[in-house]
């Protein structure tokens, strides 16, 4: 099973800051998957194959990476972007999640 | 407007079986594989399971392999998860997903599956 390790765990940003969030893999994967997911909501696609937008998703998100190493950036930090975030692999059976990361505003 | 919309879930004691519906409609439902992911209070996600287009291909989570078992009914647009053995661990909200080639593209709201005596 390839095991997604995300960092960092918890995190807080100020409205217009730049925030990074890194996903490490046990072993290479060829594609990397992202979501979003607010309080009380289901999961929203964020980012597929690595660094495609999904639909509708604004352009402040971008991801990233390669190998063992991937990352989902928000360029400029807004309130409404709050929220835990989940990298996702199926390179290799069983499908597996990275544990989340929770970004807060400050 | 594609709409998944998960039923069946409630208390349930441990070691006894529930089956889960998903009525899916806005999409051509054989066109898309599809999958179950759950997750258990104020955890991560956890992928449950996938099934193919018609069926043939069913794919499992290492936690459910041999007590769960996903199938699908293109007549009827519904995606279903029979669940047997259950456990307290496997306690969750469960999310039916359209799994498509980009990822889990379309989530149900869930449905809350409690096991415990």
């Known amino acids: 099973e390839i095991v997604l390790t995300q960092s960092?765990?918890?995190?807080?940003?100020?409205?217009?800051?730049?925030?990074?969030?890194?996903?490490?893999?046990s072993s290479s994967v060829s594609n990397m998957y992202w979501y979003q997911q607010k309080s009380g909501a289901s999961p929203k696609l964020l980012i597929y194959s690595t660094s495609s937008l999904a639909s509708g998703v604004p352009d402040r998100f971008s991801?990233?990476?390669?190998?063992?190493?991937?990352?989902?950036?928000?360029?400029?930090?807004?309130?409404?972007?709050?929220?835990?975030?989940?990298?996702?692999?199926?390179?290799?059976?069983?499908?597996?999640?990275?544990?989340?990361?929770?970004?807060e505003i400050k | 407007e594609v709409q998944l919309?998960?039923?069946?879930?409630?208390?349930?004691?441990?070691?006894?079986?529930?089956?889960?519906?998903?009525?899916?409609?806005?999409?051509?439902?054989?066109?898309?594989?599809?999958?179950w992911v759950r997750q258990a209070p104020k955890k991560g996600l956890e992928w449950v399971a996938s099934i193919s287009y018609e069926g043939s291909s069913t794919y499992y989570g290492d936690s459910v392999k041999g007590r769960f078992t996903i199938s699908r009914d293109n007549a009827k647009s519904t995606l279903y998860l029979q669940m047997n053995s259950l456990r307290s661990e496997d306690t969750a909200t469960y999310y039916c997903a359209?799994?498509?080639?980009?990822?889990?593209?379309?989530?149900?709201?869930?449905?809350?599956?409690?096991?415990s005596s």
């Open chain 2, 98 to 115: 359209r799994h498509d080639t980009i990822g889990f593209a379309y989530w149900g709201q869930g449905t809350l599956v409690t096991v």
């Open chain 1, 63 to 103: 991801g990233s990476g390669s190998g063992t190493s991937y990352s989902l950036t928000i360029n400029t930090m807004e309130a409404e972007d709050a929220a835990t975030y989940y990298c996702q692999q199926w390179s290799s059976n069983p499908l597996t999640f990275g544990s989340g990361t929770k970004l």
């Open chain 1, 8 to 25: 960092p765990t918890t995190t807080a940003a100020s409205p217009g800051e730049k925030v990074t969030i890194t996903c490490l893999a």
């Open chain 2, 5 to 35: 919309v998960e039923s069946g879930g409630g208390l349930v004691q441990p070691g006894r079986s529930m089956k889960l519906s998903c009525a899916a409609s806005g999409f051509t439902f054989s066109d898309y594989y599809m999958a």
